[in-house]
């Protein structure tokens, strides 16, 4: 039986990308029109067609935050496959083979051999094997037919010649491993009882885009980068039926100042791109900041630096988004925590974005974009937008209008082309409150002040948003804190250590610029150790919290703990756990043992 | 194109900026020439946009009285391209130097022009950096050190050493380029002869594309050619056929001769009318109702 | 051009790392080109530098025992212009995809062309984006939806949208382009075609100057153009005379056909000549009489 | 008499900017050759040519350190120059004018009018307008009418036929005022007694190229942009007779990899620009710390965001370079703090370039690169200069050679093109020893740590090189931190605090990463109170040592004083001087009075 019967981790290898893909993407879909709820994560070859994949699945009754940290069932297509992955099953896992490529040794594992190969070529289909092995891992887990069968007609539906193939294939691969281990199936995951709740199942990239739709946004232009293709590609399908446009730029220079120019015009407009493709925005990320243009600028993260890890996932441009440009040109940055988050961060970033007139950062990363998750449905008549401050027109006050007026929250009334006798030009030069290029220390100094203060203004809004989660025991001497994906591994590892009796408080903020204060001081007051978990090598975010709270930190003799990880994949709950119970045990003077798995 | 009943006048369309341009800089006539433009084909100025890179001409937008977009070095096609795409209603002028346009602009260039965007796009070209005060551009000639030592008056010791460097580059050709790149509509015209200029700036901005213009403007102050154009400008032979690609491509190489006028037009449809087709009708910005039909797309 | 006495084969230059390539993909074809010119000129490895930027075709450098730098994406001719400047004795291959050289790095092609620096500058034209799957390229055509909706294996629903929404971009067409920035030398090869593409690329080694290829070099999973290419390619037209730029040109638009062969070639002084006649000899690093003599002019 | 003996600051406003600009740069070239040490200002007017120009100089006995605080003498061509300045004209100080077109009121200054206008149509040579007023400077300061003939044979030389009636000008300019004022000549400074040390004369542009050659940069690549293009222009007219290369190139970005690829092959390059053009630079930045490719990038800073104001300073991208590109990008940051220190920090830069094999990014301002100092002499004699580790050469050890080899400092021996037989890839993914692409988790760690590791040893050179200056009373309780230009505006800020009894220590980096960690901390001992003057908004470097030194900072209670400044202008001494009396005021209970002028 699993070490935990709520959750499956599920690892699928194999050669040839896109068979495990396959697998992988009708078995969780499988998996959750039954009732459960799914994480995947996956890997990319180095090759470009073929080369080794995992794609993983874990399945829970309840809302699975992380990969996990073993795998409870092993699912080998090949023999690289098995001796890849054997090591990390955990003891007495499951193994799931293809008997026909793969002849285990006797390892420990329960062994479930599946003649995949020559069940298809039974059927003499062998562009059926994918599903020969879904069948498998359905019957197996002993999830309801009916549900597979459904998925596999609305996904492959399209080739209509071959569903009944198909469906046989699937229906084949069930029944074998119904005939022979129906009475030595591995562990089952129930659906929780009840009426299933409403899910959806996507990406990171797609909840963004999604988000961004239902933010008004009507205008997309981008450039083809990995992780951020997939927002793209699905902008390109479905925002011109809703009237929006989407270009395919020559360079992201372009892409995001194709994007400006369509928010001049009066259009809400984004771009999304990934690390190098946002160093080369940054000259323009600062122009939109002067000319006050709404914008909100996408970075999916990959692992670099340079060209790096294309495909590896990281938290390493923060100090990018945070600082990048010549001399001081304010912008807001926020992170999602789950791929649900990346649909809500979106409405909050163009809402930002058309209040404060200025650029917003999203920052995604390559795991939560690539991902699929289960998350709760959407309620999109409680979404509230927010539409950019216009002037009143007023054709007869001709030359009156001052597009930089210096107000006192620094937000002016925008003019859009075609309103008569508004007449300005966004500036990119140090201007007057008319917009006309003037150099003099007054107006600079005044400007620049301007400027920031739109951010002070987003601060006092921020603090009434959702934009940062606390939770565990409010007494606890030991603090979590982050930002991003790395939430769901902490909110399991938090569940872990809580039944170890270790008292522990977690804070994660949504927004990074500009940060919730308060509720920082606040969370800080009584904490005398903070474990910053962070997939960069520096810790920007323990950079950022030492210094903005540097004064708190100190006088409190608040230990940071910089957890930093950087080989490109996501944390685990144990990374996690390990780190609480080390800094359990010095504060504690030895109270608290190593943390050992299990625990 | 949405036009206006009003007769404006110039002084309408001049904005409260004074150019900052020297004495006798090709860009006043430039500026007069779209104030020209404006007047005779009735554009109505709320619905005019002037976007620019940096440069001495870049400063241009400010002294209209219209929308403007300053934008930075080099990015005035992406820009105004979002400005075209997201307003088809506005007319949109694209204003630059050879710098911004040929340099540190040219890689979008060629995917303007392949989009055919329906913009005017009016390059200064004078054949030199007059902003940063005359490092030679990538339309100087290569005589430029000889040529701007003897004519200019802001001689600098270091620039002398650039322009002398400045011989090891052969110039681009800018109406060959724009040739190569199959923009629909390329012509060339001189700030000092106003009347060719304004005739085809008005055809420019009436071609439903993509429109490039070179618009020879002296820079008085570092580089004058203003006797040289004056002396040797000449309308492109008659029999031209302006519908063949190749033909004006020869004329665009032809040694030694500076033609002026409509090199080559080809009406297509423009980017924005094919986008058009391939997208609906706009809806209003929540749309919650095609939203919601997309969410069903992922429901379990 | 630093060559070498020994009898080079393929395997010598083949190195460790084995390529990345989808099986049949036109770049291997094009790898075993650049071997075959290496090894037919007998260029010393040591004296030779393969500079690319990112993309499938972006990963060459790394399978070729020689001396390689992979840029970032779009900017292989900046980098091997300096590559060149700073050591005219490397024989200088620059290689990579449609969209690193008309798309991102769209800006960098003119100056190198009209610079005429030294570079065998090889662009791997599958017309489409193939390491980030199948997104169009700037060459990619207007059909290209439906042409890669019928043949790649790897369709994907968002791309689809991509790929309808190429539809709205004209093409480059890098002959043209080429010739419109007055490259040196200008040629189409085609990778299934190895005879022809080795004499190409031979040629364009031996020519002092820039060399501007393109070699048609299919995409077999996302947009394999093989057969099209095998069937309608042809030879230009023996009585071409490649000195003339303007006949090039109107070879390079006659619609409908795909020529492969020397479109241009004008021999003009190299960028390094050019900037060696400007500069001395090379002084040793710390020049102390050479600096202190520059100091003098600064003393009060 | 002025309110200081030892120096005198003069300003010249007028129409048309090569006038001014003439006067000043003769004018101070006489004082330099007649002994004495000089400093400018000058403003740019908003038209490209004309427009209204001052031009300052300050001329002192001893080494000038700023622009000072307010002017002892106005040089007004026009009424324009009049009305604009004679505010900040100290009371009683000396005004000189052109009698045929200024008119000033009785204003309770000094006056001194000199028909300069007249002069020259009496030669009937307006040409020489420039000179005449240059006569009567040089006539009223007690200057050799020698050493101005000097200058004005040796710059105005090659117009051989105008240099009688140039000369002539200056005679008729200097005579007429020995005529008239020589009862009531305005305060003089006689040059030191004993022999007049060696020095040059230059401006900070110059001395970072100088430095440059000297360091043995034979490849210049760049693009023109306000201030950084005198460099360029240095470099196109210098670089080339030394048997190096320059290139004007299409952009920046062509800047930056151009410079690589030379360094790849072997030579010593840079690149240099302001902010616009390094924020386009940012990817590649990222490039070359990947690949490890020694490379200098210079940032001389302008006023923004944006395009800003180009022709105004701020030290404002401190951030940009210390942080920018996609995930962690090590490179090395220096700031020089005077003309003299550009020459010098470039030698640094090019040899920590070499030993790291990484970029070094230097931070010059617009202030400090336009302005005209003189500077002690420089002794070649003493520079040393380091090559980059190479293999030794192997030819039979084809395929062995490891590019990215994981030593224990980080560098590791680097091939150059035409070596036999050491074939690499200089390799933007991240990649394995020999250079082949490696994702796996180990390699990126590994080679992350690798690149950090070669920060941490330039760390240790650091402390013995030097990058930083600390001086005043070590016992006091107020300190000034502080990096570039601003410099000389402290340290003449600390002798007049000093003279008013307050005890005041300061300490200036000119090494930004590494920052020389152990001597900050010796420095940090005792104080009270810091006070970080920065031109920008935020207190970047503020920030760096909040950060970095938090430990230090709050558990011994300091406070860190910001003194942001953000008009476009360097630091007065005044503004120093004042912030800290405030500190005194506030750490001493009252016991020090508010700063006024004169203490
Ligand atoms: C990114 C960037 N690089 C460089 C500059 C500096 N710069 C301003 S204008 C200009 C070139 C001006 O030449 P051109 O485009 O021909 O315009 P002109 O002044 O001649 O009208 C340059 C290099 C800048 N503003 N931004
Ligand atoms: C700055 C930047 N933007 C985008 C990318 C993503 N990217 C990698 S390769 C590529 C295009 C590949 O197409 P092409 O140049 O035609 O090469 P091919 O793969 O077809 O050989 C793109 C967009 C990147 N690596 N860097
Ligand atoms: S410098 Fe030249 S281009 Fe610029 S305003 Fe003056 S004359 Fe015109
Ligand atoms: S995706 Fe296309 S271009 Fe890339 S390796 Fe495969 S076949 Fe070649
Ligand atoms: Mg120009
Ligand atoms: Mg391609």
């Excluded at chain 1, 009732?35 to 995947?40: I, S």
């Excluded at chain 1, 239902?214 to 992780?227: E, K, M, N, Q």
């Excluded at chain 2, 506005?90 to 040929?102: E, H, I, M, P």
């Excluded at chain 2, 052969?170 to 700030?191: C, E, M, Q, T, W």
Aim: with cysteine.
């Amino acid at each position: 039986m699993s070490s935990n019967h709520d959750s499956l981790a599920i690892r699928m290898g194999g050669e040839s990308g896109e068979g495990i893909v396959t697998i992988g993407e009708v078995f969780v879909r499988v998996a959750a029109r039954s009732g459960l709820e799914v994480f995947t994560f996956r890997t990319y070859p180095a090759e470009i067609m073929g080369g080794h994949v995992v794609y993983q699945a874990r399945i829970g009754r309840d809302r699975v935050l992380s990969d996990g940290d073993e795998i409870d069932a092993l699912v080998a297509l090949n023999e690289e496959a098995y001796e890849k992955h054997i090591g990390e099953l955990r003891p007495g896992g499951t193994l799931i083979y293809d008997s026909g490529t793969v002849h285990p040794p006797d390892d420990g594992h329960d062994h479930y051999p599946v003649p995949v190969t020559e069940i298809s070529q039974q059927l003499d289909f062998s562009r059926g094997k994918n599903l020969v092995m879904v069948g498998a891992l359905v019957g197996l887990h002993g999830l309801p037919m009916e549900r597979a069968a459904e998925v596999v007609t609305s996904r492959l539906g399209k080739y209509e010649a071959l569903l009944p193939k198909n469906l046989e294939s699937l229906t084949r691969g069930l029944n074998h491993v119904r005939e022979h281990f129906i009475d030595r199936l591995p562990p089952q995951l129930d659906p929780p009882p009840g009426e299933t709740p409403e899910r959806l199942i996507m990406t990171g990239n797609q909840a963004a885009a999604l988000g961004a739709l239902a933010a008004g946004c009507r205008f997309y232009s981008g450039y083809p980068i990995t992780p951020a293709t997939g927002l793209m590609e699905f902008m390109a399908q479905n925002l011109p039926p809703l009237g929006g446009k989407v270009v395919q730029t020559e360079d992201e220079i372009a892409a995001i100042t194709m994007a400006m120019g369509a928010s001049f015009a009066g259009a809400k407009a984004m771009t999304a791109t990934s690390g190098p493709g946002f160093a080369l925005m940054v000259e323009a990320l600062g122009h939109a900041s002067m000319t006050e243009v709404p914008l909100v600028v996408v970075d999916v993260q990959r692992a670099g630096p340079s060209t790096g890890m294309p495909t590896k996932t990281a938290q390493a441009d923060l100090f990018m988004a945070l600082y990048a440009g010549n001399d001081e040109a304010p912008r807001l940055v926020l992170a999602p925590d789950s791929v649900e988050d990346c649909f809500y961060r979106m409405i909050d970033a163009f809402n930002l974005a058309e209040a404060y007139q200025m650029p917003v950062v999203v920052l995604s990363d390559q795991a939560m974009s690539a991902r699929v998750e289960t998350i709760p449905d959407i309620d999109l008549s409680s979404i509230k937008l927010v539409d950019r401050l216009k002037p009143e027109p007023n054709e007869s006050d001709n030359g009156g209008y001052r597009r930089y007026e210096l107000t006192e929250s620094g937000v002016s009334p925008m003019a859009i082309p075609g309103m008569p006798g508004m007449f300005y030009t966004a500036e990119g030069l140090e201007h007057s409150e008319k917009g006309a290029p003037d150099y003099t220390p007054e107006m600079h100094r005044a400007m620049t002040e301007k400027r920031h203060r739109k951010v002070d203004a987003a601060r006092q809004l921020i603090q009434r948003l959702p934009v940062s989660d606390r939770w565990g025991d409010p007494k606890a001497e030991i603090g979590i804190m982050g930002w991003g994906s790395s939430k769901g591994a902490v909110r399991e590892a938090m569940e872990r250590v809580e039944a170890s009796k270790i008292r522990v408080e977690a804070f994660y903020t949504r927004s990074l610029i500009p940060m919730p204060d308060e509720l920082v001081r606040s969370f800080l007051k009584g904490k005398r150790a903070i474990i910053v978990p962070e997939l960069n090598y520096r810790g920007m975010f323990a950079n950022v919290l030492e210094h903005r709270y540097s004064r708190e930190i100190v006088h409190n003799g608040i230990r940071i703990i910089h957890l930093p990880k950087y080989d490109g994949l996501p944390f685990r709950p144990v990374d996690i756990c390990r780190a609480v119970h080390r800094a359990a045990i010095e504060l504690m003077d030895g109270v608290f043992k190593e943390w050992e798995p299990g625990c | 194109m949405i036009t206006t009943k009003v007769n404006l006048k110039t002084k309408d369309l001049k904005s409260e900026v004074k150019p900052i341009w020297c004495p006798g800089c090709g860009d006043y006539g430039v500026l007069n020439s779209v104030f020209r433009t404006i007047i005779d084909l009735k554009l109505d100025p709320s619905h005019v946009a002037v976007v620019s890179g940096i440069g001495c001409s870049g400063r241009f937008p400010a002294f209209v009285n219209a929308y403007g977009f300053h934008g930075v070095h080099g990015r005035a096609l992406p820009l105004a391209t979002g400005v075209k795409l997201a307003n088809p209603d506005l007319t949109v002028f694209v204003v630059g130097g050879d710098g911004d346009a040929f340099s540190i602009g040219a890689g979008h260039l060629p995917h303007a022009a392949r989009r055919n965007v329906d913009l005017t796009y009016v390059v200064m070209d004078n054949s030199i950096y007059g902003l940063t005060k005359g490092q030679p551009s990538p339309t100087s000639p290569v005589d430029v050190a000889v040529d701007s030592m003897q004519r200019h008056k802001g001689r600098r010791k270091g620039m002398a050493g650039m322009l002398r460097l400045a011989q090891a580059d052969k110039p681009v050709n800018p109406i060959a380029l724009a040739l190569g790149y199959d923009a629909s509509f390329v012509a060339r015209g001189f700030s000092g002869q106003p009347r060719v200029l304004n005739e085809i700036l008005k055809t420019a901005v009436l071609h439903s594309g993509f429109s490039f213009v070179q618009v020879i403007s002296p820079c008085t102050t570092f580089y004058n050619t203003y006797d040289l154009w004056r002396e040797t400008a000449e309308p492109l032979p008659e029999e031209h056929d302006a519908s063949d690609r190749a033909a004006a491509f020869q004329l665009a190489l032809e040694p030694g001769r500076r033609y002026t006028g409509i090199f080559y037009r080809h009406e297509r449809p423009s980017f924005e009318d094919q986008v058009a087709r391939l997208v609906a009708e706009p809806t209003d910005a929540a749309a919650p109702a095609a939203i919601s039909g997309l969410l069903e797309q992922f429901r379990r």
